[in-house]
């Protein structure tokens, strides 16, 4: 039918061809894409946001067991953060009967904080992870800020290397933080929109004050720096590549992680400092291809709005509306999170 055909009086804008068409360059079977989530906070979050998730598509989450920011205004003791992994336990059982996603965890020590008492942690973390609830080791990795007092790099390599040992010997993959770059500029830091939208940061982390920044490290460059340093322990431990996955990553730090070393890179969507748009996703996979990407939420009740819940299949359907494989889109949001997982 051409143009001067359509039986239309008055049109808003120009009718033709081009306009009316159903065509589309993707399958529509291609929204049916499942996924895996590896990072998010599910136990901070309401019965709605996992009601949201259900619905759009999760077939499994990886809650991390226990962060920083739960106890942020004194020293952490050893108690503490094992009560964070108990409670954690609790909480991926109930979301799991009431909820039709699997919920895993990752079990560790983050050096968002100085813990007090890590020996006691790392002489039990052998027996969590021998639970079949708990899939990897995380989130951790070497930062060089902390809340209250500040973590020594010695130390922090130290505690590293042990929870990469007691990886390999489960088996298990390592989920590794890796901290915003501190240079003042937005740059990175800034949230991008997604085809129109924005996240709605409520609140924000409540780790006050900051501790003095750990000696010899490059704040301007910390995550790439960071980076550099966490494969270097897995490199020295042992521990496979395969089995390493650099998490809130950014493309700049694309060339070394998949160019360099044969670790994972994973892009958080919603964190705050680093979120990343479907643009810059696609961008890595057409470069380097999709083998070695993963996305995750790094999802935080209260950080966030409340449709972030949403944020896996946004990012999904994005990825596909700008061009990319359904396959490559899949290997991304599920196969790789179910391989590295071991799921």
């Given at each position: ?223 790439l720096e960071a980076a550099k340093m966490d494969v270097a322990v897995a490199d020295e431990v042992g521990l496979p590549p395969e089995r390493v996955v650099i998490d809130h990553g950014h493309p700049d ?75 490559d889109v899949k290997n991304v949001v599920y196969e790789n999170p179910k391989a590295v997982l071991g799921l």
């Open positions: 039918m051409g143009d001067s055909d359509y039986p239309t009086k008055r049109p808003t804008a120009a009718i033709t061809d081009e306009a009316v068409a159903y065509e589309r360059p993707y399958p529509a079977e291609a929204k049916e894409i499942p996924w895996i989530d590896i990072h998010q906070h599910t136990g901070t979050l309401s019965w709605d946001h996992h009601e949201k998730m259900d619905a759009s598509g999760a077939r499994a989450v990886v809650m991390i067991a226990a962060s920083y920011f739960q106890v942020p205004y004194r020293p952490i003791r050893a108690d503490d953060w094992r009560f964070l992994w108990d409670e954690a336990l609790r909480r991926a059982g109930e979301i799991s009967r009431n909820h039709f996603f699997d919920v895993h965890l990752a079990t560790g020590i983050h050096f968002g904080a100085r813990i007090e008492g890590t020996d006691e942690l790392l002489d039990v973390l052998p027996d969590y992870c021998d639970l079949d609830e708990v899939v990897a080791v995380g989130e951790t990795g070497i930062d060089p800020v902390q809340s209250v007092s500040t973590w020594s790099l010695d130390d922090q390599r130290a505690v590293l290397a042990e929870q990469m040992r007691i990886a390999d010997e489960h088996g298990l993959p390592v989920i590794l933080h890796t901290p915003a770059d501190r240079d003042g500029s937005p740059g990175p830091g800034s949230v991008p929109a997604q085809f129109g939208r924005t996240f709605d940061h409520k609140f924000d982390y409540g780790g006050s004050p900051e501790a003095d920044p750990a000696p010899g490290f490059d704040l301007a460059n910390a995550k730090i694309a060339p070394y992680v998949l160019g360099e070393t044969g670790c994972y890179l994973s892009f958080s969507l919603v964190r705050k400092t680093e979120a990343v748009a479907p643009e810059d996703v696609a961008a890595v996979i057409d470069e380097y291809g999709s083998e070695r990407v993963l996305v995750d939420s790094d999802l935080l009740a209260g950080l966030y709005a409340d449709d972030a819940a949403l944020t896996m299949r946004r990012m999904t359907l994005d990825l596909l509306r700008l061009g990319v494989d359904p396959a």
